[in-house]
């Protein structure tokens, strides 16, 4: 049986393995554009201390990947983002861990819950997961989205 491994990411060559998921899933599936996908937060993880990035594995397999803000305030919401998980292993629960997993470092760190801007498309998937949305529809790198929150209390 195929065991499913959610971890932080810790060095440069767990990061290259997260940003190859990234591409296949936004830049190449969706067409967001490389300038909108990759940001400042992208860079070697013992040197960005306001993002933490994880990465879900099936047996030595990198298969999902997801990152969470951590430069508001300890009083606000963390911010998860470009939670992307390679098309063959949708809807088999690595979505659900990967959150479970990105969920736990943001109580870890104190936060209250957790906000996202979901794509139309998987709200679903967040509601599943408690997530609220709020706020109209809105385009980003030309997708529609809508903002959703987890409050843990």
């Known amino acids: 049986m195929a065991e ?15 940003l190859k998921i990234r591409r296949l899933v936004f830049i190449d599936e969706q067409d967001v554009p490389e300038a909108e ?8 993880p013992a040197v960005v201390k306001d993002c933490i990035h ?29 939670v992307a ?3 063959e292993h949708r809807g ?3 979505g659900r861990a990967l959150m ?3 969920h736990d470092e943001a109580r870890s760190l104190g936060r209250p ?3 996202l801007a979901a794509q139309l498309h998987a709200v679903p998937f967040y509601e599943r997961l408690g997530y609220i949305a709020r706020g109209e529809v809105f385009l980003d790198a030309g997708i529609d989205h809508r903002w959703m929150d987890l409050n843990f209390r």
Do not use: Q, Y
Not at 37 to 44: C, G, N, P, T, Y
Not at 61 to 68: C, D, H, N, V
């Open 4 to 18: 499913l491994m959610v971890s932080k990411i810790e060095n440069n060559r767990e990061l290259t393995l997260a």
């Open 37 to 44: 996908e990759i940001d400042r937060f992208d860079a070697v």
């Open 54 to 82: 994880v990465l879900a594995w099936l047996d030595s397999e990198p298969i999902a990947t997801g990152r969470l803000l951590i430069d508001e305030p300890p009083s606000e919401l963390a911010h998860i983002g470009r």
């Open 85 to 87: 998980v390679l098309a």
């Open 92 to 94: 088999t629960g690595v």
């Open 100 to 102: 479970t997993a990105l």
């Open 113 to 115: 819950g957790t906000t």
